[in-house]
């Protein structure tokens, strides 16, 4: 961390994260240090930041800000909870700062939420210095938590769902979660399916230097899902859009409804408003760029 060097701001720092792995580094000016720790796993540290609000980051790549939550985590919930229309048990993988499960747990029709995580200090600091986030979500009695190993989990699990949330840290080579973005884990996810379900998976920063694992990763899944698409909406505190990945056993019926439709069922269906997904930019975060779609046909020639 860097000191600053301004003493006329409230900035008392300087926190970096590279945006690519060799040339490109930017910098989140820090007002204050909520939380610094290590864990078996991980670098933890939760700061805030004077435009985005309160911050975590694991192992130096930020993962979520308090005042643009919403541009992350309603896509990453909604879309895929409104595709299947009246979702009753969910699974995420990644409790992380509970935000998502923040996200589920306002649709009507859920009963039954579980998390897992590998990180419990993780969580419990998150547990401890994000409720702007998670807004209690963890002691909400539809919630179980367990901390294991998302990837140990899927290989025995016998329990269905109808949506499967992978809101893991970013698939790099050699990270936490790599293993889980695989044919092998998309397969187990495919078997834990209720009839109608879903599974979606954050992929981390869309630009054109990450286009080519955005396409090997859809590839990966289609060996497995006869239907996925990939969506993406861009998050300013990540400086890029951010990207998902959608997959089913079949196309969801839902996907056909148009924009008042759409919009109508999320009004019916979701307690409180909601301030990115709509009918409207629903379906226009399915409209990616060309740069990725070009990735795409050249990962399947």
């Known amino acids: 961390m860097e000191n600053a060097k301004n003493e006329n701001t409230s900035i008392i720092g300087w926190i ?20 610094q720790g290590r864990s078996p796993y991980q670098d933890i540290f939760i700061f805030d930041i004077p435009d985005f609000g309160r911050a975590l980051m694991l192992d130096g790549c930020l993962q979520s800000c308090e005042h643009d939550t ?4 309603e ?21 992380g700062e509970g935000a998502a499960a923040h996200e589920v747990l306002r649709w009507k029709t859920v009963e039954r939420l579980l998390m897992l995580d590998i990180d419990q200090e993780a969580v419990e600091a998150c547990r401890e210095h994000m409720k702007v986030l998670h807004h209690d979500s963890f002691s909400n009695p539809k ?22 949330i992978g809101d893991l840290t970013d698939p790099s ?10 044919v092998e884990s998309f397969g187990q996810m495919q078997k834990l399916l209720r009839p109608g379900g879903l599974v979606v998976m954050q992929l981390g920063a869309m630009m054109p230097i990450t286009t080519a694992r955005c396409a090997q990763l859809l590839k990966q899944a289609q060996q497995v899902f006869p239907w996925c698409k ?3 909406n861009y998050v300013p505190s990540f400086l890029s ?9 079949e196309a969801p019926p839902n996907f056909a409804l148009n924009e008042e439709q759409a919009s109508a069922l999320l009004s019916e269906n979701i307690e409180g ?14 409209r990616i760029p060309l740069f990725v779609r070009q990735a795409i046909q050249e990962k399947a020639r």
């Open 75 to 95: 896509p990453l919930v909604h879309i895929p909870a409104l595709l299947h229309g009246a979702p009753k048990k969910v699974l995420i993988l990644g409790a």
């Open 16 to 35: 970096p994260e590279g945006a690519t792995p060799d040339s490109v580094q930017f910098s989140y000016g820090m007002t204050r240090v909520v939380y």
């Open 241 to 249: 859009l951010s990207g998902y990945m959608l997959c089913a056993n």
């Open 230 to 232: 990939l969506y993406a």
């Open 273 to 286: 408003e909601l301030t990115c997904v709509d009918g409207q930019s629903l379906f226009d975060m399915f």
């Open 143 to 164: 919630v179980e938590l367990r901390f294991c190993d998302a990837f140990d989990y899927l290989a025995r699990a016998e329990e269905t769902w109808d949506i499967v």
């Open 173 to 182: 080579d050699g990270g936490l979660s790599q293993k889980v973005f695989s």
């Open 70 to 73: 919403d541009l992350y985590h």
